[in-house]
């Protein structure tokens, strides 16, 4: 993966995490992954359509899972795919939680704990500071 790659993906992400949404300039302090979406151990290759900008907190939950089950039906449920998948039809915001409107919604809001409590304090704080956006 070249600088210019990276450098591409950060641009098309817009400097946000493609799974939870949080801005780079809000987590300063930890560089965002340019992460595999199918993990290389899966054969991902590192072409642009395999490549997707993720926060350290979504990334290290990520990890090579593909999939998870959905915590509504129990069945086994692909992950949100950044590149193949709309943010808006698989995820709201409400409040300070983002919700899975989708079976793919659901179970990657609980595989990749967009909820956790951290995370959840850490949007209060924004919100309070005037930044969630
Ligand atoms: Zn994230």
Same mark, same amino acid.
């Given at each position: 993966m070249t600088?210019?790659?990276?450098?591409?993906?950060r641009l098309r992400?817009?400097?946000?995490?493609?799974y939870c949404q949080m801005r780079q300039q809000d987590e300063a302090w930890s560089r965002f992954h340019v992460?595999?979406?199918?993990?290389?151990? *899966?054969?991902?290759? +590192?072409?642009? $359509?395999?490549?997707?900008?993720c926060c350290q907190h979504c990334n290290l939950h990520k990890g090579s899972n593909l999939s998870?089950?959905?915590?509504?039906?129990?069945?086994?449920?692909?992950?949100? *795919?950044?590149?193949? +998948?709309?943010? $808006?039809?698989?995820?709201?915001v409400v409040g300070l939680e983002i919700l899975g409107c989708t079976?793919?919604?659901?179970?990657?809001?609980?595989?990749?704990?967009?909820?956790?409590?951290?995370?959840m304090s850490f949007r209060q704080a924004l919100r309070e500071a005037g930044d969630l956006k």
């Open positions: 600088t210019d790659e990276r450098r591409q993906v992400a817009n400097e946000r995490c493609e992460e595999h979406i199918i993990p290389r151990k *899966h054969k991902g290759g +590192d072409d642009l $359509g395999n490549l997707g900008l998870g089950f959905d915590p509504s039906t129990g069945l086994m449920t692909r992950l949100f *795919h950044p590149r193949e +998948d709309v943010w $808006g039809e698989h995820f709201s079976a793919i919604g659901r179970t990657t809001v609980e595989v990749l704990d967009m909820n956790s409590v951290k995370r």
